[in-house]
C-alpha cells in the first residue's frame, strides 16, 4: 500500500523559510512522481511544484523562484522549500504521487495523496 506523509508545517512570520518533507513508502515503480499542492480555505487545491525520478522540475509560474522542490530516491523522499513567505501562502499543504503524462500541476494528475501540513504566514 502506497503512503505518503507530510511534516514541516507551522507558524511562521512573513519573510522567513521554511522546508516541508514528503516521505513515500509502498513504492515498487521507481519513476513516480512526486508533487506538493496547496489549498487554502474557500479555494480549490492549487499545483506548486513537480519532481520526476531523474529529478525533471516542473513550477508553477507564480512561485517559481521562492519555491524549491527536492527528490532523494534513495528514501523516497521530497522536499520544498519555501523562501520569503507570504500571508497568501497560508494554507494546508498536500504531497501528492502518481505517473502523470500531462498537466503536472493539476490534482486529478495524482492517484495518491498525504494528509496535508498546516502552514500558517502572519504578518
Known amino acids: 500500500q502506497v503512503q505518503l506523509v507530510e511534516t514541516g508545517g507551522g507558524s511562521v512570520q512573513s519573510g522567513e523559510s521554511l522546508t516541508l518533507s514528503c516521505k513515500a513508502s509502498g513504492f515498487t515503480d521507481r519513476n513516480y512522481y512526486l508533487a506538493w499542492f496547496r489549498q487554502a480555505p474557500g479555494k480549490g487545491r492549487e499545483g506548486i511544484a513537480t519532481?520526476?525520478?531523474?529529478?525533471?522540475?516542473t513550477y508553477a509560474p507564480s512561485l517559481k523562484g521562492r519555491f524549491t522542490i527536492f527528490r532523494d530516491n534513495s528514501n523516497n523522499t521530497a522536499s520544498l522549500q519555501m523562501n520569503s513567505l507570504k500571508p497568501e501562502d497560508t494554507a494546508m499543504y498536500y504531497c501528492?504521487?502518481?505517473?502523470?503524462?500531462?498537466?503536472?500541476?493539476?490534482?486529478?494528475?495524482?492517484?495518491?495523496w498525504g494528509q496535508g501540513t498546516q502552514v500558517t504566514v502572519s504578518s
Open positions: 501528492a504521487a502518481g505517473r502523470p503524462t500531462s498537466w503536472l500541476l493539476l490534482p486529478g494528475s495524482y492517484n495518491y
Open positions: 519532481i520526476g525520478a531523474s529529478s525533471w522540475t
